[in-house]
T-cell receptor, first 116, second 113 residues
Framework: DVKVTQSSRYLVKRTGEKVFLECVQD?????MFWYRQDPGLGLRLIYF???????EKGDIPEGYSVSREKKERFSLILESASTNQTSMYLC???????????????FGDGTRLSIL | KNQVEQSPQSLIILEGKNCTLQ??????????LRWYKQDTGRGPVSLTI?????NTKSNGRYTATLDADTKQSSLHITASQLSDSASYIC????????????FGDGTTLTVKP
């Protein structure tokens, strides 16, 4: 079974802190994604990576950056945390374009981040 | 603007009953439509993926339908179980870029004994 592991289930940080969320997948997937999930807004894509060191901005990249130095690991960074970044963060992975576009995404169980 | 609308927002049914969840979309160009199940406190899990040419796809007691002409999809759950209580999310992929998908807000299903 595919496993997508997010480093923390719950995290509490203070405004202005630099926050790192880590995600690791064990299926050699090319694609990795970071989403945030808020009530009434569905899942919104923050950043997407289709290969090591490659990234694309999603719908809401402001205030975030990402790092993908190894294929299995994708990190989300909140440069200076703010209260409006309190949310559930979900990481996902999938096979790349060469495997066909009809590939399911596999999600981690999320990190519930609170910024105080 | 690409949009995915799901209805109803929430639904309560008795164990053993059937139910149908709806998904309407205005997405172009269409690549595929996915249904995910998300249990409380967990990440979404893929149920079905349908392309333009597929009308129906089943996964156990879950059957998804797609009408590409009217841009509507439904997810039918047969003989519901308590474990079906979850949020069901409809997602439409836009074009060939895996990073381009539009998510619905989900339907929260509660199955009561």
């Amino acid at each position: 079974d595919v496993k997508v592991t997010q480093s923390s289930r719950y995290l509490v940080k203070r405004t202005g802190e630099k926050v790192f969320l880590e995600c690791v997948q064990d299926m050699d997937h090319e694609n990795m994604f970071w989403y945030r999930q808020d009530p009434g807004l569905g899942l919104r894509l923050i950043y997407f990576s289709y290969d090591v060191k490659m990234k694309e901005k999603g719908d809401i990249p402001e205030g975030y950056s990402v790092s993908r130095e190894k294929k299995e690991r994708f990190s989300l960074i909140l440069e200076s945390a703010s209260t409006n970044q309190t949310s559930m963060y979900l990481c996902a992975s999938s096979f790349g374009w060469s495997s066909g576009i009809n590939q399911p995404q596999h999600f981690g169980d999320g990190t519930r981040l609170s910024i105080l | 603007k690409n949009q995915v609308e799901q209805s109803p927002q929430s639904l309560i049914i008795l164990e053993g009953k059937n139910c149908t969840l709806q998904c309407n979309y205005t997405v172009s160009p269409f690549s595929n439509l996915r249904w995910y199940k998300q249990d409380t406190g967990r990440g979404p899990v893929s149920l079905t993926i349908m392309t333009f040419s597929e009308n129906t796809k089943s996964n156990g007691r879950y059957t998804a339908t797609l009408d590409a002409d009217t841009k509507q999809s439904s997810l039918h759950i047969t003989a519901s179980q308590l474990s079906d209580s979850a949020s069901y999310i409809c997602v439409v992929m836009v074009g060939p870029n895996a990073g381009k998908s539009t998510f619905g807000d989900g339907t929260t299903l509660t199955v009561k004994p």
